[in-house]
Nanobody, 119 residues
Framework: QVQLVESGGGSVQAGGSLRLTCAASRYTYRPYCKAWFRQAPGKEREWVASLYTSGLPTLYLTSVKGRFTIGEDYAKNTLYLQMNSLKPEDSARYFC????????????WGQGTQVTVSS
């Protein structure tokens, strides 16, 4: 069973930066897509960013475009989310997800890491 474990969350002031990391145990197949989602208290889970092993371009939620960067460290088998210029509205629990063989489905999820941005 593939396990995803997030780390790197914390509390920062507005304008600060955080780098979230998602460590994956050995995949049984190469996932079609990997992504970050977030969920704030009382709100629905929200997609933040995706990358694709098929070569499709990375995609970002409009409100984070230009501030967040999704990427992979292949040597460490980790997914990351570099978050700059953080805003209070970015406060949420952030989850990584991965999966799919021929299409993007999120078969695997981590437990999440908390990000709190104060004004």
């Amino acid at each position: 069973q593939v396990q995803l474990v997030e780390s790197g969350g914390g509390s920062v002031q507005a304008g600060g930066s955080l780098r979230l990391t998602c460590a994956a145990s050995r995949y049984t197949y190469r996932p079609y897509c990997k992504a970050w989602f977030r969920q704030a208290p009382g709100k629905e889970r929200e997609w933040v960013a995706s990358l694709y092993t098929s070569g499709l371009p990375t995609l970002y939620l409009t409100s984070v475009k230009g501030r967040f960067t999704i990427g992979e460290d292949y040597a460490k088998n980790t997914l990351y989310l570099q978050m700059n210029s953080l805003k209070p509205e970015d406060s949420a629990r952030y989850f990584c997800a991965a999966g799919g063989r021929d299409a993007c489905t999120y078969d695997y999820w981590g437990q999440g890491t908390q990000v709190t941005v104060s004004s």
